[in-house]
């Protein structure tokens, strides 16, 4: 089957460092997607992993390892403003599915002062 | 540029009503997807379509139509509202590439109450 898992809620304080872990079961895998959601918003595209390692974009770094099924987003010098959902989504490239995304339910952080 | 625009951004609806959700995007993509979300159900996928002229069910396709008459336009019709399709859709699209690092770019949301 289908399967993304990610931790459904996560708190940190500002300034500090955070880590939210994506696990993936797919058919086929041809890209990992991390996105951020701001309550009442929509979805913005964060980054994106298709090989093994370490994508950096500013305070924001994102992981994958395909042999385990498993990504992280890292937050650095968290932000207020940083609270919002963070969606994983994989793209599976199996039969026709290649055309579409398998989301994650969102892992929602909350940074506090 | 606009992006991905969607209109209504809000409306409540009778049971048994119709209505239609407008999706318009002008980076001449050729994937659009009509989203819901609800809370603790994360995103599902309604209908999509590859190209002008093209659609293809999602995961939760029941309740629902779309057309896609021109590349630029992904409408999303309800024709006998229910109180369960009460929820904030999401139109998306995306390029054709599919090993492409582009990602899917989402409307604003049009948050959708049956009563």
């Known amino acids: 089957g289908q399967n993304i898992d990610q931790p459904t809620e996560m708190t940190a304080t500002e300034g500090a460092i955070v880590q939210i872990n994506c696990t993936y079961q797919?058919?086929?895998?041809?890209?990992l997607f991390w996105y951020q959601q701001h309550a009442g918003e929509a979805p913005t595209f964060l980054s994106y992993?298709?090989l093994d390692g370490l994508e950096e974009k500013g305070r924001f770094s994102s992981f994958l390892s395909r042999s385990k099924g498993y990504s992280y987003l890292l937050l650095k010098e968290l932000q207020m403003k940083d609270s919002a959902s963070y969606l994983c989504?994989?793209?599976?490239?199996?039969?026709?599915?290649?055309?579409?995304?398998?989301w994650g339910l969102g892992t929602s952080l909350a940074v506090n002062p | 540029n606009a992006g991905v625009t969607q209109t209504p951004k809000f409306r409540v609806l009778k049971t048994g009503q119709s209505m239609t959700l407008l999706c318009a995007q002008d980076?001449?993509?050729?994937?659009m997807y009509w989203y819901r979300q609800d809370p603790g159900m994360g995103l599902r996928l309604i209908h999509y379509?590859?190209?002008?002229?093209?659609?293809a069910k999602g995961e939760v396709p029941d309740g629902y139509n779309v057309s896609r008459l021109k590349k630029q336009n992904f409408l999303l019709g309800l024709e006998s509202a229910a109180p369960s399709q009460t929820s904030v859709y999401f139109c998306?699209?995306?390029?054709?590439?599919?090993?492409?690092?582009?990602?899917?770019?989402f409307g604003d949301g049009t948050r959708l109450s049956i009563l």
């Open positions: 998306a699209s995306s390029y054709l590439h599919h090993n492409s690092n582009q990602p899917q770019h």
């Open positions: 980076m001449n993509h050729e994937y």
């Open positions: 379509s590859v190209g002008e002229g093209t659609t």
């Open positions: 797919t058919s086929g895998f041809n890209g």
């Open positions: 992993n298709v």
């Open positions: 989504a994989v793209r599976d490239f199996y039969a026709g599915n290649n055309r579409k995304l398998i």
